[in-house]
């Protein structure tokens, strides 16, 4: 579905992304972990071309993304980032619509797809006439995943999705997503610093480190036989936060 080969960017005289390769099947979830600067979201956003490689391709199903025009590319490609990004003038509805409008859909068709994509993340019709300023910021965040998803892409690309949101509502969002996009069956590429978000959510994560991809696996692969210390502490954090959490609750041996 999705396959990276050598993907390589410079800015200036710093290695941003150096030699990444991967691939993403169908229904899979690969997450990438790793610390600012790591090249994380510079290698997402080469997959859309957001970014241009100075090295290295992009297929998408069996596309080379270097051979489409960017705007339509991007169009067959789901976008999510932590920022949202609804345009704040525009009802929720209109915000769902307009990568739709863009694809010359009629207004009948828009309609039907807006009611669809509503109820594909579980937010009530009646959201549909609201301004952004009127949603709570898990509300905003569906929605941008609803509009992401408006025209059915196979692939999607989120980047830090659901960093900006309290606790509770990070926890409702994530459950939600991960069914959605296990039910459709979608070839995922999630950048996340939270290495207990990347186990929860990922069928394989990515290390990245100094813009390479120092590992790659399952998260059940990553912690038996981690390439180095540092992945090894990586892999660590989220178990030793959960034996504190289990520790301060009273749950601890």
């Not at 459950?175 to 995922?188: I, K, M, V």
């Amino acid at each position: 579905m999705i396959e990276v080969h050598g993907l390589t960017r410079r800015y200036a005289e710093r290695l941003a992304v150096a030699d990444v390769s991967f691939q993403v099947g169908a229904g899979e979830l690969l997450a990438l972990v790793g610390d600012s600067g790591s090249g994380k979201t510079t290698t997402l956003k080469m997959i859309n071309r957001l970014v241009e490689p100075d090295a290295g391709r992009v297929t998408i199903e069996g596309r080379d993304v270097a051979s489409l025009d960017p705007h339509v590319l991007r169009r067959s490609i789901g976008y999510v980032f932590q920022a949202i990004g609804l345009f704040p003038h525009m009802t929720v509805a209109q915000n769902l619509a307009v990568p739709l409008g863009l694809l010359g859909w009629s207004r009948e068709r828009i309609d039907a797809r807006v009611t669809e994509l509503l109820a594909l993340v579980e937010l009530a019709p009646g959201l549909a006439t609201r301004f952004p300023a009127g949603l709570s910021g898990g509300e905003q965040q569906r929605v941008g995943v609803a509009r992401a998803l408006a025209a059915s892409p196979h692939v999607m690309l989120l980047d830090e999705p659901f960093g900006a949101l309290d606790p509770l509502t990070r926890d409702r969002v994530q459950r939600s997503f991960d069914g959605l996009r296990r039910r459709l069956g979608l070839a995922a590429v999630f950048v996340t610093h939270d290495m207990a978000e990347a186990v929860m959510l990922a069928d394989r994560i990515g290390v990245m480190r100094a813009g390479r991809l120092v590992q790659i696996g399952t998260p059940a692969e990553l912690a038996r036989a981690p390439v180095d210390d540092d992945v090894a502490r990586l892999l660590d954090t989220p178990r030793r936060q959960a034996r504190l959490v289990a520790e301060r609750l009273g749950g601890g041996t």
